[in-house]
């Protein structure tokens, strides 16, 4: 994510697994949307904890999942994000569940430190994370209509076997029931830091706002790639804002009244991710209430 921006023995089993969205006006009650999730979803526990800048606090978006994967040398990196939806369940991009997935990482800020911490203005005060947790046993299943040349229906989830607690640091986001277009949004994730190096990865969560990009100006900048763009959301593009590489499979969110919605999985962006000087092409997403039956009916 472009920083003036942003960007036990392991069990692994591969199942390859449509859903008919219920519409509705994005007036709709957002705590009677959220009931749906069957869980208390989207809350944070932020109170006084909040900073400036596109830092994140380290109990902001509790319910993102760092993924890592083990390279053919045995080194172990950062490759996606996800989102905690339901009890045990990661929402994430299809392209993401690769064979070399090695764990799933909840509570995570910052990944150089072991201990996150955050000081306030009196130094004495200071608030700590709980220690972030790794699950290497899951299940991992793709949405069955994916298609990875077109790029169209890039989404899957990750069933963990175990069951992670829900903490300050640890916590479920809410699935959408309601139409999103026309607002803006946030992202967030571990993605570049760089708009131009997008090998340069962020240690710490980082976040941006976005704005939401019609679908027609969006199909311009991905004509010549014959790309469709259809189930899918697009946002960013504008001076020094985008979705990055590493941002892969992370949430593109909306927050109503105090309640987070994951509307969007981050799927694909242009390679120089954004410019200072300009626009770029729009990042974009699955969108995520095109498939919520077949999420909801996966989902554990």
Same mark, same amino acid.
């Given at each position: 994510?472009?920083?003036?921006?942003?960007?036990?023995?392991?069990?692994?089993?591969?199942?390859?697994?449509?859903?008919?969205?219920?519409?509705?006006?994005?007036?709709?009650?957002?705590?009677?949307?959220?009931?749906?999730?069957?869980?208390?979803?989207?809350?944070?526990?932020?109170?006084?904890?909040?900073?400036?800048?596109?830092?994140?606090?380290?109990?902001?978006?509790?319910?993102?999942?760092?993924?890592?994967?083990?390279?053919?040398?045995?080194?172990?990196?950062?490759?996606?994000? @996800?989102?905690?939806? !339901?009890?045990? *369940?990661?929402?994430?991009?299809?392209?993401? &569940?690769?064979? #070399? /997935? =090695?764990? $799933?990482?909840?509570?995570?800020?910052?990944?150089?430190?072991?201990?996150?911490?955050?000081?306030?203005?009196?130094?004495?005060?200071?608030?700590?994370?709980?220690?972030?947790?790794?699950?290497?046993?899951?299940?991992?299943?793709?949405?069955?209509?994916?298609?990875?040349?077109?790029?169209?229906?890039?989404?899957?989830?990750?069933?963990?076997?175990?069951?992670?607690?829900?903490?300050?640091?640890?916590?479920?986001?809410?699935?959408?029931?309601?139409?999103?277009?026309?607002?803006?949004?946030?992202?967030?994730?571990? @993605?570049?830091?760089? !708009?131009?190096? *997008?090998?340069?990865?962020?240690?710490?969560? &980082?976040?941006? #706002? /976005? =704005?939401? $990009?019609?679908?027609?100006?969006?199909?311009?900048?991905?004509?010549?790639?014959?790309?469709?763009?259809?189930?899918?959301?697009?946002?960013?593009?504008?001076?020094?804002?985008?979705?990055?590489?590493?941002?892969?499979?992370?949430?593109?969110?909306?927050?109503?009244?105090?309640?987070?919605?994951?509307?969007?999985?981050?799927?694909?962006?242009?390679?120089?991710?954004?410019?200072?000087?300009?626009?770029?092409?729009?990042?974009?997403?699955?969108?995520?209430?095109?498939?919520?039956?077949?999420?909801?009916?996966?989902?554990?």
């Amino acid at each position: 994510m472009c920083n003036r921006v942003f960007f036990t023995t392991s069990t692994i089993i591969l199942l390859f697994l449509s859903a008919s969205p219920s519409f509705s006006s994005a007036t709709e009650n957002a705590g009677e949307c959220a009931s749906l999730s069957g869980n208390k979803c989207g809350i944070q526990a932020l109170s006084d904890r909040i900073v400036g800048g596109e830092l994140t606090a380290i109990d902001e978006f509790p319910w993102m999942a760092l993924l890592s994967y083990r390279t053919e040398d045995g080194e172990e990196i950062w490759g996606c994000g @996800g989102s905690l939806i !339901g009890t045990r *369940t990661i929402l994430t991009a299809a392209h993401c &569940l690769l064979p #070399t /997935l =090695n764990f $799933i990482r909840l509570g995570e800020h910052n990944v150089s430190s072991a201990v996150d911490c955050q000081a306030f203005a009196n130094p004495i005060d200071q608030d700590c994370a709980d220690p972030p947790m790794d699950f290497f046993d899951f299940i991992v299943v793709h949405y069955p209509r994916w298609t990875p040349e077109k790029k169209q229906n890039d989404l899957g989830l990750i069933k963990l076997m175990n069951v992670p607690p829900v903490t300050d640091f640890i916590h479920p986001i809410c699935l959408p029931c309601f139409d999103s277009l026309g607002l803006n949004a946030t992202v967030a994730g571990w @993605g570049a830091s760089d !708009g131009v190096d *997008t090998r340069a990865s962020s240690d710490a969560k &980082l976040k941006a #706002t /976005l =704005n939401i $990009i019609d679908h027609d100006k969006c199909q311009l900048f991905y004509r010549q790639s014959n790309l469709k763009i259809e189930t899918q959301i697009c946002a960013g593009g504008r001076k020094g804002v985008n979705a990055c590489r590493g941002d892969s499979g992370g949430p593109l969110m909306i927050v109503k009244n105090d309640i987070w919605f994951v509307i969007g999985i981050v799927s694909f962006g242009p390679q120089i991710c954004a410019y200072e000087h300009g626009i770029t092409a729009p990042s974009v997403y699955t969108r995520v209430l095109e498939y919520i039956g077949w999420i909801r009916s996966n989902m554990v």
